[in-house]
């Protein structure tokens, strides 16, 4: 009996996933395209079809299915950023590799959506930023803290607290990134990787040991 069920089971969960995975897709395009506000869940209704229990069994807010698309417009950063900080190298490729990567991602046009995005509705809803930084921001922000504090522990980097340096770090490499939210400036075709040694180049000045 158990070898009939287990298929069914199977495809049951491939389809509960893939109805899943279309709910997350138009609530991604409805909210970086329309903005938090103007996005309902009976307005993705219209969109999706089916009943709003359907709707509400797979998210049971607003703000957990918006949580679901800022994961899913970050995976990729996340997981490949995570990925340069623990592959292991010499610290100062750790770090430009780094900063290439977190400048080529959040130069992505979902990313610059998404960033304007929480940027004009996080006043209004303060959860926006809240979920935006539990999924995204404060994520990439631990991870490079982790990094800083092995190095910190090595002797490679002054103890001036791993999230503080973090930070200093994350705020030069997203420098660029409010001109292209104000639409003065694209990303550099020939990519960040100038930018990158600079910004790895300063920080070390600022941590390293002698």
Same mark, same amino acid.
């Given at each position: 009996? @158990? ?8 495809? #049951?969960?491939?389809?509960?996933? =893939? ?9 991604? #395009?409805?909210?970086?395209? =329309?903005?938090?506000?103007?996005? @309902? ?11 709003? !229990?359907?709707?509400?069994? $797979? %998210?049971?807010?607003? *703000?957990?299915?918006? +949580?679901?698309?800022?994961? =899913? ?26 900063? #290439? ?9 979902? !990313?610059?959506? /998404? ?6 509705? @996080? ?9 935006? $930084? ?12 982790? $990094?800083? /504090?092995?190095?910190?522990? !090595?002797?490679?980097?002054?103890? *001036? ?23 003065? *400036? +694209?990303?550099?075709? =020939?990519?960040?990787? /100038? ?6 180049? $300063? %920080?070390?000045?600022? %941590?390293?040991?002698?």
């Amino acid at each position: 009996m @158990s070898s009939i069920e287990e298929p069914i089971l199977g495809k #049951r969960e491939a389809r509960k996933q =893939d109805r899943r995975d279309a709910i997350v897709a138009a609530a991604r #395009r409805s909210f970086l395209e =329309d903005g938090y506000a103007a996005t @309902s869940m009976s307005g993705l209704l219209k969109t999706l079809g089916g009943s709003k !229990a359907t709707l509400w069994s $797979y %998210f049971r807010s607003k *703000e957990e299915l918006f +949580a679901a698309v800022i994961a =899913d417009v970050t995976a990729g950063f996340r997981q490949q950023v995570t990925g340069e900080l623990l592959t292991p190298g010499e610290m100062e490729a750790t770090f430009v590799n780094f900063c #290439r990567v977190f400048m080529n991602k959040t130069a992505h046009p979902d !990313a610059v959506a /998404a960033w304007r995005l929480v940027v004009g509705e @996080s006043g209004r809803f303060p959860e926006v930023g809240q979920i935006f $930084y539990d999924q995204a921001a404060g994520h990439i922000e631990r991870a490079l803290a982790t $990094y800083i /504090a092995e190095q910190i522990a !090595a002797g490679r980097l002054r103890d *001036e607290g791993a999230t503080d340096m973090a930070r200093v770090l994350i705020g030069m490499s997203g420098a660029q990134q409010n001109r292209r939210l104000w639409g003065v *400036e +694209a990303a550099p075709a =020939d990519g960040m990787e /100038a930018e990158a040694r600079r910004f790895a180049g $300063y %920080f070390l000045r600022l %941590f390293a040991t002698p």
